[in-house]
C-alpha cells in the first residue's frame, strides 16, 4: 500500500476571537499530537502555524498570513492536512489511514475481506471489513492478532457470530 505524503489530521470548524485565529477539530489521537507540527497544509497552500493551544478536543491555531477574522473565516470547512515526514511516531504505531484498503485474513491464512472503514466507539474502535460478509471486529488485542501496515495486511481472530 502506498503511503500519502500528508495526513488528513483535522478539519477548520470555525474562527476563534478576531485575531485570525481558527479551531480546529482534531483528527489525530489528540490535540497535543497534532500540535507538534510546525506546518499545515490546506488545499494545497502551507500555512505555519505560528501558535496552537489545545481547548477540549479541538485545537486553536495561529497561521501565518491569517491575520484577521475574515481571513480565519475563508479557512472554515477546510480539510488540514499534515506532512508524514514531520511525524514521529513510536515503534509499531501507524496511522489509520494507512491501514484502510488493506487484506485482513484469520489466523489460518483464510481471507475475510478489506479493512473499509474505521468507527470510533466510546469503548474502542472497530474495524468494519466488507468480504462476502460484512465483519464488525472491535480493534483490541484479543481480535486483531498483527497489523502490518507495510504489506497492507491485518490478522485477526474471528469468533461465532461476528
Known amino acids: 500500500m502506498s503511503k500519502q505524503p500528508f495526513i488528513e489530521a483535522g478539519r477548520v470548524v470555525n474562527t476563534h476571537g478576531v485575531r485570525g485565529e481558527v479551531k480546529v477539530e482534531v483528527w489525530l489521537d489528540s490535540p497535543a499530537f497534532m500540535r507538534r507540527f510546525k506546518t499545515w497544509n490546506l488545499d494545497g497552500r502551507s ?68 479493512l473499509e472503514d474505521i468507527l470510533e466507539t466510546p469503548a474502542n474502535r472497530v474495524y468494519v471489513v466488507k468480504g462476502e460478509t460484512e465483519h464488525l471486529i472491535p480493534a483490541v488485542p484479543e481480535f486483531i492478532l498483527s497489523t502490518d501496515p507495510e504489506a497492507g495486511l491485518i490478522t485477526v481472530r474471528l469468533i461465532g457470530g461476528m
Do not use: C, H, W
Not at 486553536?60 to 491569517?66: N, Q, R
Not at 473565516?73 to 506532512?83: E, F, N
Open 47 to 114: 500555512y505555519k502555524v505560528l501558535s496552537a493551544r489545545p481547548q477540549k478536543d479541538f485545537l486553536l491555531a495561529k497561521l501565518e498570513g491569517v491575520e484577521d477574522v475574515n481571513a480565519a473565516m475563508a479557512l472554515k470547512g477546510r480539510t488540514v492536512r499534515v506532512d508524514r515526514a514531520e511525524a514521529k511516531l513510536p515503534e509499531g504505531s501507524f496511522f489509520l489511514q494507512d491501514i484502510l484498503g488493506a487484506r485482513v485474513q484469520t489466523e489460518t491464512g483464510e481471507p475475510v475481506g478489506i
